[in-house]
């Protein structure tokens, strides 16, 4: 590293992502038990801005100055030290800076919302860019982008790429890791990147159990291997509809991994529910729209009550009815319409 006295500022936005093949139970440091796929979005985002100085006295306890959305936030300040303290071993340059972080996200915070994938990898590609900016490198790395995301929270390391994205050894994708996601580029249709991910807000509560927590309950979980070996199976199959334009195949095998999500959480110990009858009524609305309109609309779930409905571009309009006729369930009747996007953009 050049040890030139150095400052500067660097900013990033980063999306959200929803798995299509659902990442559930972790290992070792960080390390999934199964592939997952995932459309990145667009409208979904987190912006960091980092004002660093560079100073040549490693800290041993790396502290940070946080803002979210211009104010204090402790909680989001310790989870960040508390990251930068866990990488900073793997991450030397991190020890020697002094790091002022302001975030946003566009969504609102009170949404239910997860941010942990777009916050974590925007702050992932502003750290890769002040190391870029000392080594006078040319580039960010990318792929390391998305391994130090997934340190910070596994579904970030799908972030850092779009319009779809890989983590997980699979047999299926060429170079696929557990260390860090990959662009998915397989020979997919067209269609799949003009998908709507409408997020139907039916809870705006923090959730009761954090998705870490959930992680660990796999552990113990009687039906944890099968869950990991169906999901090695559907990444196949999913490519596989989505290389021959199956819609048909590709929202079944979508909607059989939310289900699946949330049935192991209801078979975990102590078991646990995060639907709600709102989101039943959801899905029974979505499947008999679906069987009487034959329109390719299709849901998933992230681990919460929240819909996300999932339909291609070409039938937005006529999509537009079974939206208004979910529009009850969802709290202040809140829905954030977004949309297959491309990944992070540098600002
Ligand atoms: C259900 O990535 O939030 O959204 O690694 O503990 O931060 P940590 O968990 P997180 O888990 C996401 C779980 C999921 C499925 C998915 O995004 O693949």
């Given at each position: 590293?050049?040890s030139?006295?150095?400052?500067?500022?660097?900013?990033?936005q980063?999306?959200?992502?929803?798995?299509?093949?659902?990442?559930?139970?972790?290992?070792?440091?960080?390390?999934?038990?199964?592939?997952?796929?995932?459309?990145?979005?667009?409208?979904?985002?987190?912006k960091?801005?980092?004002?660093?100085?560079?100073?040549a006295?490693r800290?041993?306890?790396?502290?940070v100055d946080f803002?979210f959305?211009?104010?204090?936030n402790i909680?989001?300040?310790?989870?960040i030290?508390?990251?930068l303290?866990?990488?900073?071993?793997?991450?030397?340059?991190l020890?020697f800076?002094?790091?002022?972080?302001s975030?946003?996200?566009?969504?609102?915070h009170?949404?239910?919302?997860?941010?942990?994938?777009?916050?974590?990898?925007?702050?992932a590609?502003?750290?890769?860019d002040?190391?870029?900016?000392?080594?006078?490198?040319?580039?960010?790395?990318?792929?390391?982008?998305?391994?130090?995301?997934?340190l910070?929270?596994?579904?970030a390391?799908?972030?850092?790429?779009?319009p779809?994205a890989?983590?997980g050894?699979?047999?299926?994708?060429?170079?696929?890791?557990?260390?860090?996601?990959?662009p998915?580029?397989?020979?997919y249709?067209?269609?799949?990147?003009?998908?709507?991910?409408?997020?139907?807000?039916?809870?705006k509560?923090?959730?009761?159990?954090?998705?870490t927590?959930?992680?660990?309950?796999?552990i113990?979980?009687?039906?944890?291997?099968?869950?990991?070996?169906?999901?090695?199976?559907?990444?196949?199959?999913?490519?596989?509809?989505m290389?021959?334009?199956?819609?048909?195949?590709?929202?079944?095998?979508?909607?059989?991994?939310?289900?699946?999500?949330?049935a192991l959480?209801?078979?975990?110990?102590?078991?646990?529910?995060l639907?709600?009858?709102?989101?039943?009524s959801?899905?029974?609305?979505?499947?008999?729209f679906?069987?009487?309109?034959?329109?390719?609309?299709?849901?998933?779930?992230?681990?919460g009550p929240n819909?996300?409905?999932?339909?291609?571009?070409?039938?937005?309009?006529?999509?537009?009815?079974?939206?208004e006729s979910?529009?009850e369930?969802?709290?202040d009747?809140m829905?954030?319409?977004?949309k297959?996007?491309?990944?992070?953009?540098?600002?």
């Open positions: 590293m050049n030139t006295p150095r400052k500067g500022n660097v900013a990033w980063s999306p959200s992502n929803i798995a299509l093949v659902k990442y559930w139970g972790k290992h070792g440091r960080q390390l999934p038990s199964n592939p997952s796929i995932s459309f990145t979005l667009s409208k979904a985002v987190t960091t801005r980092i004002n660093y100085a560079f100073d006295v800290r041993d306890d790396i502290k803002r959305h211009g104010s204090e909680a989001f300040k310790t989870k030290e508390k990251f303290n866990s990488v900073k071993e793997e991450f030397d340059f020890s800076l002094n790091l002022e972080i975030s946003e996200n566009s969504f609102p009170s949404s239910g919302i997860a941010s942990s994938a777009s916050s974590m990898s925007a702050l590609l502003c750290l890769l002040i190391e870029k900016e000392l080594n006078n490198a040319e580039q960010i790395d990318f792929v390391k982008a998305s391994h130090l995301s997934r910070g929270s596994g579904s390391s799908r972030s850092v790429f779009g779809l890989v983590w050894k699979s047999k299926s994708v060429a170079d696929s890791s557990n260390e860090f996601a990959i998915f580029t397989g020979a249709k067209p269609i799949f990147e003009t998908f709507h991910d409408d997020i139907l807000i039916v809870s509560a923090e959730k009761s159990v954090s998705s927590a959930g992680h660990a309950l796999m113990d979980n009687p039906y944890a291997q099968s869950r990991f070996n169906q999901a090695g199976g559907h990444l196949t199959e999913i490519i596989t509809a290389e021959t334009g199956d819609l048909e195949k590709f929202g079944n095998i979508v909607e059989k991994e939310a289900l699946t999500l949330h959480m209801m078979a975990s110990d102590p078991p646990y529910i639907m709600t009858p709102a989101t039943l959801i899905i029974n609305k979505i499947w008999s679906r069987r009487n309109e034959n329109i390719p609309v299709y849901f998933t779930l992230d681990a819909i996300h409905l999932l339909y291609p571009e070409a039938y937005a309009e006529k999509v537009q009815s079974l939206i979910v529009k369930y969802c709290e009747g829905i954030i319409s977004d297959v996007g491309q990944g992070p953009i540098r600002l």
